[in-house]
Every structure is written in C-alpha cells, then in structure tokens.
C-alpha cells in the first residue's frame, strides 16, 4: 500500500498513533469512530495505522464509484455477508485480525453508522474505523445508534508538541515535557521555543498548512492554504443546517473571532440578528468542531461540569492560524513583539491555551472546557480557565506578556481555598509562593503526574 500522507510530505508521528496501534492489538475491542472537524488528519492517522495489517480497504462514501457498496449497507443482511461483498467488490481479503476497513465520509452513509454496532456483535475480531468530517451532524439524528458498542476517538488539529515533532525537533520537544517550575529550562532552550511559539500561533495546527511551513517555511503559502480551508468551511456552512442562513454562520464565526475575551455577547454578533439565530449558528458551530465553549463553573468541587452556567461562556476559535487569519493580524507583530497583549488583547493566547488544554485531554474523552467569573460590586474577577487533575481543581490564569497582575487568581485561591494556581505567560518555568508559572508553550505540562507544587 502507498500513500500520499499529509500533504505531499512523509507522514509525521501523532498523539493518536499510539492510541490506535493500541486498539488494534486489543484482544477485545469495538468499532473506532474517529471524531473531529474536517481536514484535522483523521484519513493519514487511519492511513498510517494501515501499514501494520496485511490488507486495507478505505471506502469514502462521497466517492461516486463507491455508490454500490453504499446501497449494500442499506440492504438486511448479516455482517457476514456484507464483508463477502466488500471483498469482491475491492477485490481485497476481509479477514479477521489482518484487514482494517475504513468507512470514510460515514455521514453521508447513515446505514453504515447504524451498521457499526453489528460488526461488534457479529464480527468482532475485525477491526473497522469510521470517520467524517460532518459526522456529528448524522449522529445528532442517531442519539442511540450504538451506546456500548461503538468506541468514539477524538481528534484535533495538531499540538504544538505535534508541531515541534512535524519539524523534527524531537530532542528540543524533550527537554520542553521534562521542564517544571522547579525546573526550569536553560534560557536558550527557552527562547527557541518562544521562536517556535510565534511561528506556531500564524501557522495552527492544521496539517496542510504545518506541512507546507516545513516544506517551504513561507507565511505567504500557508495563508494562502489558510484561506482556501475558511472559504471550504464556509461552503460546509451551508450543508450544516439548512434552517440557518450559511451567511449567518459565518457572521457568528466571524464574531467569535472577533470578541476574543471576555462573556460572548449575542448583540455583539450583529445588532439585527435574532438571538435565537445566534445561538442556533453557535451551537452549529460547536458541533462542527469549529469553536470550543469556555463555560462558567462555581468550581467547588469535582465534576467541575456540576455547576455550571450555561448563560455565562466563552467562545474560542478551534484554531490560532485560522483565527489570526480571520482577524488579518500582521505576522510581524506576534513575531517580532515581546508582548503579545498588542494581538487582540491577549485573545489569541487565551486560544491557544485553550486548544492546547482540549490537545492534551483522553482521546477517548469528549474533553469541556471551564472558567472562572465573579461578579460583585468592586470585587470582579476571572479566571481564564479551571482544570481538573486528580482531585485537585486548578485554576489557571493566562498572560500574553511577561508582566501582568494575579489579582483574580488570588482571590480564586483564597476564595476556594486551593492550595496552589497557575499563570501561563511568556516567562520561563518558575514560581511565585503557591503561583507556578508555565510558559504559553508547555501548559501541558501541568497536567502531568509529577507536576506538583
């Protein structure tokens, strides 16, 4: 089997990798159904998984010449027999424990998805993937299609540790996952991935255009490939609900881009929009994997999605190369400044900490993200973000600059009794009493085992 992976460019290793591979050797495993937006690398993960088997089907279920075998799901027959027919069709061995079949573009095959749960009943040493870039949508319309049957993985544009990978700074990558408040890096390493940092916030983690920076380290090419992906999406809009004007979508997409900080404000996305459009373009675009909702938690205990208001939510771009782009921010500022407070105040920090927070969850959890908000006279205060880790609650508070007070994280601290916070900045790994400091770069690192105060 060859293929062309990500891009024209030799396949680089992803967190997901080891998680597949995993599944395959399961001695007893469902059905994958891989989840995340569109062009975020689930066909090349699926693709390189399929050099460990000795035979691969991929049937993409937008191909017309795939028509055929589209009809067959819908036809009552056993699991048996369908696989029978798939092999002729393919001319390719459906065998137990040596084929992967992979069921691509599932959502436009409803009848494939109801299916999964029978190959788990009826053939469950097969190993079977399926994925779609509209698949939330389909399975929005199939609440039941396979509760206990069927395993959902969820993917995301790369990380930047995915990143540093792609580029193969493995040794540099290192050093970063081994760094802590107590440990803090050498300050040459240290800069050199701030340098990485900048270029990683204009370029995303999308794989087509981390690819084509590896390739031709050109700014001009990559958003080049970041405009064509906004105008894909925006033709997608209109295949997402067809009761929403795909103008509407993408004039809330625009303003999610746009009010960065702070509680989303319905009036802010357009004075003559109707809120309930609003919130039906938003909830559209949470469901494509295209912006992630921040959500108050009274954070007094775990699950942190125990007290909740819904009335009170963020809103982040899924992506810091395609929200910059939105913006037309100037590439010159996030590489050159040493304060990133001079882009959109902060937002696209706020956004990358926030994508990096979702990177680092399971991926067989459907991860949520949580702040902090507290409203009283002379005494507001925000927190940009409350993790979970452990039994612990952790709040964590994100500075584009080397500067900046902790005012809010303090009383969260006094006011939750917690023993320790986080800021996240530009500094280098450090501390301040029961503050630890992590740069933008290694949030992830907090959440490691050994990451204690």
């Known amino acids: 089997m060859a293929f062309l992976y990500t891009y024209g460019m030799e396949y680089s290793g992803r967190k997901i990798d080891g998680q597949l591979l995993g599944w395959k050797n399961e001695k ?51 699991i048996q027999d369908l696989c029978q027919k798939i092999a002729i069709i393919k001319n390719v ?40 870039s509209l698949l939330e949508f389909a399975l929005e319309e199939l609440p039941s299609f396979g509760v206990g049957r069927i395993r959902s993985v969820f ?31 050498p300050e040459a390493f240290h800069k050199k991935l701030l340098e990485q940092l900048r270029i990683f916030l204009l ?9 084509s920076w590896c390739r031709d380290h050109d ?3 990559c958003r080049q490939i970041q405009n064509d992906l906004l105008i894909s999406y925006q033709d997608d809009f209109a295949k997402y609900r067809k009761r929403i004007p795909a103008s509407r979508i993408q004039e809330v997409f625009r303003s999610v881009a746009e009010q960065g900080q702070g ?22 675009l949470v469901l494509a994997g295209l912006v992630y909702p921040v959500t108050h938690t009274a954070a007094n205990g775990i699950p942190l999605g125990a007290e909740i208001r819904e009335d009170y939510r963020r809103m982040i771009c899924f992506d810091t190369g395609l929200l910059q782009r939105q913006l037309n921010l100037r590439a010159e500022d996030i590489l050159v400044s040493d304060d990133l407070d001079v882009i959109n105040k902060g937002a696209v920090a706020e956004s990358f900490i926030g ?51 902790m005012q809010s994280l303090r009383q969260f601290l006094a006011l939750k009794k917690r023993p320790y916070g986080i800021r996240t900045s530009l500094e ?26």
């Not at 065998?95 to 069921?103: I, P, S, V």
């Not at 993917?155 to 290192?174: I, V, W």
């Not at 370029?203 to 690819?211: A, K, N, Y």
């Open 263 to 284: 509680k989303f404000v319905y009036k802010k996305a357009g004075p003559d929009i109707r809120s309930s459009q609003i919130k039906a373009a938003l909830e559209t």
């Open 155 to 185: 993917m995301y544009p790369l990380s930047f540790e995915e990143f540093l990978g792609f580029q193969k700074m493995d040794a540099l990558c290192h050093e970063m996952n081994g760094a802590r408040p107590r440990r803090p890096l």
């Open 93 to 132: 061995p459906v065998q137990a424990g040596k084929t992967l079949l992979f069921l691509d573009e599932v959502q436009a095959c409803p009848a494939a998805i109801e299916k999964l749960r029978y190959f788990y009943e009826q053939e469950p040493d097969l190993h079977v993937i399926a994925a779609g």
């Open 355 to 405: 994508t990096e927070l979702m990177k680092a969850a399971p991926v067989y959890e459907k991860s949520e993200l949580y702040c902090w908000h507290r409203e009283e006279a002379g005494s507001n205060a925000e927190v940009d973000y409350v993790i979970q880790k452990g039994n612990e609650i952790i709040p964590v508070e994100v500075k584009a600059s080397k500067k900046g007070s």
């Open 28 to 78: 007893e495993r469902k059905p994958l159904l891989l989840r995340g937006a569109r062009q975020v690398g689930k066909t090349s993960a699926v693709r390189e998984l399929s050099r460990k088997f000795d035979y691969y089907i991929e049937i993409d279920f937008l191909n017309s010449e795939n028509a055929d075998i589209a009809e067959l799901f819908s036809q009552k027959s056993s």
């Open 203 to 211: 370029t995303g983690g999308m794989p087509e255009v981390v690819s």
């Open 219 to 221: 700014f001009l090419r």
């Open 428 to 453: 280098n790994f450090c501390e301040y009493g029961d503050i630890q400091v992590y740069p933008l770069y290694a949030i992830k690192n907090a959440l490691a085992p050994e990451a204690q105060p």
